[in-house]
């Protein structure tokens, strides 16, 4: 098991943002010693800040919590939260068989994933735009306009429930967004299209089915 953080580390983990997780403290020391604990990334783009993992956030709300996973070995930046088991935050694409549960900590990492995104968008897009979808969504399309949904609050399908699905498609820069009915895509439409994608109904040929096919917005 992981050790716990020093009262020194602890103190930078309570000091950071609690919705985007930006570490506002700390020498680089200690900086340090948090990414090798799993609990902080170091940001690959300038000006190289530091964030909370979705462990780190776990740890600063006082939520049990197991191990936290190791850092990644390269350099990448996801949005911060948590998708259970792996520590790693997946937004709800619909249709999964083992979904997070439901509930206020749920809404609490969608909630700080969706922050964070808007954080690395202003700090990735080279005009520090947050109204356009960043490279990590060009090249995560599915997760990132999952994520969208479910932070605007819609809901994925499961098991007992109707709602959004979304899909790869053929296309290398789009996705297929399908839902029980006009009203629900319509829905999803608007929200995407507020998130900064291009969103279009389309009508598939074989089974007439309705469904949106969406692209991240370039500028």
């Given amino acids: 098991m992981t050790r716990p953080p020093t009262a020194a580390l602890r103190r930078v983990i309570d000091a950071a943002d609690p919705v985007t997780g930006r570490l506002r403290g700390g ?3 200690q900086l340090a010693a948090l990414v090798k604990r799993g609990l902080a990334f170091r940001h690959p783009r300038p000006p190289h800040d530091h964030f909370l993992t979705p462990a780190g956030h776990r740890l600063r709300e006082g939520e049990p ?6 850092p990644p070995a390269g350099p990448s930046a996801e949005p911060a939260g948590h998708s259970g088991r792996t520590g790693v935050f997946a937004a709800r694409i619909g249709g999964e068989e083992d979904a997070p549960p ?3 900590a749920r809404l609490r ?3 700080s994933a969706w922050q964070g995104l808007l954080e ?3 700090m990735t897009n080279p005009d520090g735009a947050v109204d356009r979808p960043c490279g990590w969504e060009r090249g995560h399309l599915v997760q990132a306009a999952a994520l969208a949904l479910e932070a605007a609050g819609h809901r994925p399908e499961g098991p007992d ?6 899909r790869a498609t053929p296309q290398p820069d789009a996705v297929a967004v399908h839902g ?14 507020r998130a900064g994608w291009h969103a279009g109904a389309h009508t598939d040929p074989r089974t007439r089915a309705r469904y949106l096919l969406a692209s991240p917005r370039r500028v």
């Fill in 65 to 70: 919590s197991p191990p936290p996973a190791p």
């Fill in 180 to 193: 029980p009915d006009a009203g629900t895509l319509d829905a999803c439409a608007a929200t995407l299209e």
């Fill in 161 to 166: 429930k109707a709602g959004y699905r979304v």
């Fill in 102 to 104: 439901d509930g206020p």
């Fill in 27 to 29: 020498t680089q020391a």
């Fill in 109 to 111: 990492e969608v909630h």
């Fill in 120 to 122: 690395l968008r202003r």
